[in-house]
Each structure stands twice: as C-alpha cells, then as structure tokens.
Antibody, heavy 114, light 110 residues
Framework: EVQLLESGGGLVQPGGSLRLSCVASGFTFSGYSMTWVRQAPGKGLEWVSTITDDGGTTYYPDSVKGRFAISRDNSKNTLYLQMNSLRAEDTAMYFC???????WGQGTLVTVSS | QAVVTQEPSLTVSPGGTVTLTCDSSTGAVTSGHSPYWFQQKPGQAPRTLIYDTTKKHSWTPARFSGSLLGGKAALILSGARPEDEADYYCLLSYSGVFWVFGGGTKLTVL
C-alpha cells in the first residue's frame, strides 16, 4: 500500500522558517519526481515545487522561488521542503504528492502568524 | 506566469452531463500541457482523476472523461451521481518547467 506521510507543520512567526518532511512507502520512491502542493484555508490548490527523481533538478513558481527549497533523500525515502522568510500568505495545508499516480499525503498544516 | 481559468461553479442534474473547462492565458491548451484533473471532497486530500489529457486511473469512474475542446482542456461527466459533488481542479504544465492549477470548479449535483 502506497503511503505518503507529511510532518513538520505548525505555527511560525512571519519571517521564520520551517522544514516539512514527507516519508514515502509502498513504491520505488527513488524512481519518480515528487511534488509539493498547498491549499490555503478555503482556497484552491497551488503548485509549490517539483523535484526530479535524482534530486538534480528543482522547479518553483515565482511565489516561493528564493524562499523555499525542495530536496530529497532517496536512501530514506523522504521528501523535504525547507521554507524560509515565511509570510502570512504561506499559511496553508501542504501536501506531498506524486500527481501522475494519484499518490497523495493527508497534508501538514502551516500557519504563519504573530 | 500563466493564469489558468475554470468555471467557478456549475450545477448538473442527477443523470445529466456537464463539461468543465480549463483555459490558459497563454493560448490554446494542447496535449503538450499534459492536462490533469483532480477531484477534492470536503476535508479530504485531492485525488487525481485524469492525467495527460485523457488517461484515467483504475479508480476513475467510467462516467468521467478528459479531452481537448475548443482550445481548452475539458472534463466531461456523463451520468452525474450525487457522489460526484465536489471541487474539481485542472493543472497545466508549461514546458515541464512550471505548473499552474486552475482556480477550481465547485460542482453541485442537484
């Protein structure tokens, strides 16, 4: 059974940092690109970042470029999202996913507030 | 970056047919955008319904289909059921470098 388990969310002050983790099981994690998607409360989905299977290439939208960094440790079947210079508008549920295969975690909530 | 537009809300009668569309501000949507469609019910994570314009997962009900129509990506639901009431999101890939979700369509089956 495929599982994606996110962790690391919580309450952080504006300007602070947080690192999210997503532990994968049930599939060959090292063989696939992985993606972070977020959803602000009551809002739609937003693509946050994608990383290739070997971690060699990463992609970001302008809204997080330069502040967020995606990475992975294939030996630990774990995907990461380092989030720096957090803003109120980064408040959201963060999902890790392998979109093509319909592998989704249940999400971890990040709240940026003073 | 591109803006992807969906109908904010649609209503379909049980047993009826409805088409949800996904438009790109950069021009016609093509298979090169690898359109995805996701279904999300309240309090749940999204699920991938359709990928690469038309491809389905084993769990995707046969009443859902994906296509390109009039320069847009489309999700067609034929024979709507009450359990299809949900939010639907499309996702487009731009040269494999960045991806953009549409704003979502709230589908009511009534």
């Amino acid at each position: 059974e495929v599982q994606l388990l996110e962790s690391g969310g919580g309450l952080v002050q504006p300007g602070g940092s947080l690192r999210l983790s997503c532990v994968a099981s049930g599939f060959t994690f090292s063989g696939y690109s992985m993606t972070w998607v977020r959803q602000a409360p009551g809002k739609g989905l937003e693509w946050v970042s994608t990383i290739t299977d070997d971690g060699g290439t990463t992609y970001y939208p302008d809204s997080v470029k330069g502040r967020f960094a995606i990475s992975r440790d294939n030996s630990k079947n774990t995907l990461y999202l380092q989030m720096n210079s957090l803003r109120a508008e980064d408040t959201a549920m963060y999902f890790c996913a392998k979109l093509r295969d319909d592998f989704w975690g249940q999400g971890t909530l990040v709240t940026v507030s003073s | 970056q591109a803006v992807v537009t969906q109908e904010p809300s649609l209503t379909v009668s049980p047993g009826g047919t409805v088409t949800l569309t996904c438009d790109s501000s950069t021009g016609a949507v093509t298979s090169g955008h690898s359109p995805y469609w996701f279904q999300q019910k309240p309090g749940q994570a999204p699920r991938t319904l359709i990928y690469d314009t038309t491809k389905k997962h084993s769990w995707t009900p046969a009443r859902f289909s994906g296509s390109l129509l009039g320069g847009k990506a489309a999700l067609i639901l034929s024979g709507a059921r009450p359990e299809d009431e949900a939010d639907y999101y499309c996702l487009l890939s731009y040269s494999g470098v960045f991806w953009v979700f549409g704003g979502g369509t709230k589908l009511t089956v009534l």
